[in-house]
């Protein structure tokens, strides 16, 4: 990034899974079934999720408009310490229409693929602009 393009006011405010986001034309983010657990069908693992949306709440200032920051998204076995998937992506700030503008993005992963039982974490690290976290727990509906 260069200098003339450093963000001076963002900060990452949260994250959350959910099954489905997007946004509208006014700039509306819609979340639907947000979650914190799955149980896996039968206990058996590995277990393949189908989809998810992982939701990341930011802001920053007016003259941060029409500027993007970095972040990596990792997918984390908490107990291990095992990284599942590790992605990056590019939140772009555009709503200068008010002082202490808002961003939101959603953004669906197919195909998520879990070996452990056991507390993840979605780790969304944006540098200087923080970091923040999701949880999921992968249950096993027998109880084991």
């Known amino acids: ?27 509306r983010l819609n979340v639907l079934g947000v979650f914190d657990q799955i149980n896996v069908p039968d206990g058996e693992l590995p277990y393949v999720h189908p989809m998810l949306s ?3 709440f930011a802001q920053g200032t007016k003259e941060d408009d029409g500027k993007a920051f970095d972040f990596t998204l990792a997918i984390q076995h908490e107990e291990s310490g ?24 959603g953004f669906a992963i ?13 780790i969304v ?9 999701a949880f999921l727990e992968i249950a096993d509906p027998r109880g084991g």
């Open 1 to 27: 990034m260069s200098e003339a393009s450093i963000i001076q006011g963002v900060e990452l405010k949260y994250v959350l899974l959910a099954d489905s986001a997007n946004l509208t034309e006014n700039k």
């Open 54 to 56: 992982v939701v990341i």
């Open 82 to 105: 095992k990284i599942l998937a590790q992605l990056p992506g590019t939140l772009t700030i555009n709503n200068s229409s008010v002082s202490r503008p808002r961003f939101n993005q």
């Open 110 to 122: 197919a195909f998520v693929e879990f070996k452990d039982f056991g507390s993840h974490l979605f």
């Open 125 to 133: 690290d944006a540098g200087k602009y923080g970091k923040q976290s």
